[in-house]
Structure formats: structure tokens, C-alpha cells
């Protein structure tokens, strides 16, 4: 878990794809916090998503390009949102 020089746990910003990824994966940080942090505590987690549909889209397409400019307008809106950093627990786009 990283913290930041405030002492707290940095801002989590989830660009996510599927519901299924996304939410596992919010599980994760939620559960590994509890466990570092204290009972029920967790760093700040923030997620976006576009539509599943945009996405299968560009793939099916074979637009890479398409999938790169779904996943940086979800980066760029989280980190307008505060995240101090991003991760993205799709296979299927990465």
C-alpha cells in the first residue's frame, strides 16, 4: 500500500473496463486495506468506466487506437478527480 508523505494512503484511481475486473479489483484494495490500514479502512479509490460496448467495439474493429483514447479520457478523468495513481485490471484492453 503506498502512502504519501501526508501519512495516508494514496488516492486509487481505477480505469476500469468490465464490471467483473473492476470490481474484483475494488475488492482487492478494499480487503488488502483492512488488512494494513485497520478494520475497515482503505486508501480513497476512485473508478471510471466508459460503456463495455465502446469497447468491444473498437476491438472488434481492431481499433487500438479507439481502446487508448477510451482508457486515457477515464486516466484523465481521474486524475482530475485527485488519483495519485492508476491501474487498470482488465486483460481484455491492456
Known amino acids: 500500500m503506498e502512502i504519501s508523505r ?6 486509487i484511481g481505477i ?6 475486473g473492476a470490481a474484483l479489483c475494488y475488492r482487492t484494495i478494499c480487503a488488502e486495506g483492512a488488512k494494513l490500514l485497520g478494520p475497515h479502512a482503505h486508501p480513497e479509490v476512485s ?6 460496448a465502446d469497447y468491444v467495439k473498437c476491438l472488434d ?17 481521474l486524475a482530475n478527480a485527485g488519483a495519485d495513481f492508476l ?4 486483460n ?3
Open 92 to 94: 481484455t484492453i491492456h
Open 61 to 77: 474493429a481492431g481499433d487500438l487506437q479507439g481502446v487508448g483514447e477510451l482508457m486515457l479520457s477515464s486516466a484523465e478523468k
Open 6 to 11: 501526508t501519512g495516508h494512503p494514496k488516492h
Open 47 to 52: 473508478l471510471h468506466t466508459h460503456s463495455l
Open 87 to 90: 491501474i487498470c485490471p482488465d
Open 15 to 20: 480505469v476500469a473496463c468490465s464490471a467483473e
